[in-house]
């Protein structure tokens, strides 16, 4: 019998930051001894069909009694009858990337809806394991006391130094799917009212979580002229994604929230500096010197943080040796996934 069973909302190779935390975190446990049945439910949590409700319900019916069961909270948070009937069996611990209530563009029903069952499925957890202090603070109101939550960021591979771009210019980079929260619009707008500056910008994330969305980015780059400057590269493989990294000067990421940020640990793992916005977890993400920080959905205040990197070479050199210094202090995911042992082992003791 396993010794843990993990319930992905999704295929674990999916590359979005939740999934690449469960899959990284699935390896490292597996490195330590553990015995992990993974279980992957069909796509489109927390808003899945009833087919995917019912696949769900058949895997943890399946279960045996007094199972360690870890959920993602993705999944997890739009099933609280599910963790209701199975609470008392089974050892279920939720994880939590961010609450569902907090990814942009919902409508105040679908909000409180999601806070609603969020809240609900939590309470029948044996523990809640936040990926951020930030998002263990956010789940203090959802019920919860301090003492139910556990805190378990993700860790960063050690990655080469970035060699840069070399010029002319700046390269700019930012990650993410092309989703709202992820900020893509407000950074477009950002580097529009830079046309003297010499940038080139590198966005790489899927295109098929919201593709109205990703289309609406595209259109408006055209509307912009920016179409010369800003290249979409899809979802890439690793390998693929850390030839880019080599080969840039600046990350960027302009979310509206964030859980943790786990790109940001990536850049700065290859010494190289941040703009960032400071939504959700992101400020407490960002090591001290590596980068700078803009309030979240201001384009002015994105706009004057790129136009002071980019004119101010001063800046610029004391931000990458910020992230050069910084690298070293990084949690790896060895380190992280005994972290999420340790937190286990408390529910099962």
């Given amino acids: 019998m396993a010794d843990l069973h993990i319930i992905v909302p999704g295929a674990l190779e999916t590359r979005t930051g939740g999934f690449i935390y469960d899959r990284r975190m699935v390896g490292e446990l597996r490195a330590q001894g553990w015995d992990i049945a993974v279980h992957e439910l069909p796509p489109g949590w927390p808003f899945a069909d009833g087919a995917a409700i019912r696949g ?7 279960m045996p009694d007094g199972a360690l069961v870890v ?6 948070g739009a099933l609280p009858e599910l963790a209701r009937q199975h609470g008392e069996r089974l ?29 609900a499925a939590l309470a029948q957890c044996k523990r809640v394991i936040a990926a951020s202090a930030f998002t263990a603070h956010s789940l203090l109101d959802y019920g919860l006391d301090s003492e139910d939550i556990g805190v378990v960021p993700p860790g960063v591979d050690p990655a080469p130094l970035a060699e840069g771009s070399e010029g002319p ?4 980079l930012t990650v993410g799917a092309l989703i709202p929260r992820k900020g893509h619009d407000v950074l477009f707008n950002a580097l529009a009212g830079l046309p003297d500056r010499r940038w080139t910008l590198d966005v790489v994330g899927s295109e098929t979580q919201d593709p109205r969305h990703a289309t609406g980015l595209r259109r408006l780059c055209t509307r912009m002229q920016l179409d010369d400057r800003v290249r979409f590269h899809g979802e890439m493989d690793a390998g693929v994604l850390e030839s880019l990294y080599q080969h840039v000067d600046l990350f960027v990421l302009p979310s509206h929230h964030e859980g943790y940020g786990m790109v940001i640990t990536e850049a700065v793992a290859h010494g190289l500096p941040v703009v960032a916005t400071a939504g959700g977890a992101v400020e407490h993400t960002l090591p001290s010197g590596a980068g700078i920080l803009a309030e979240p959905g201001d384009v002015a205040d994105l706009h004057n943080a790129l136009a002071r990197v980019m004119d101010e070479p001063h800046l610029y050199q004391q931000l990458a040796d910020g992230a050069k210094k910084a690298r070293g202090r990084l949690v790896t995911w060895p380190e992280a996934a005994a972290k999420l042992a340790d937190e286990l082992s408390r529910v099962t003791s």
């Fill in 169 to 172: 210019g700046m390269r700019l």
């Fill in 91 to 119: 050892s279920l611990v939720a994880l939590v990337h961010h609450p569902l209530a907090a990814e942009t563009g919902l409508s105040a029903a679908t909000r409180d809806r999601l806070q609603r069952s969020e809240r």
């Fill in 56 to 62: 769900a319900e058949d895997v943890v019916a399946g």
């Fill in 71 to 76: 959920v993602d909270g993705l999944a997890l």
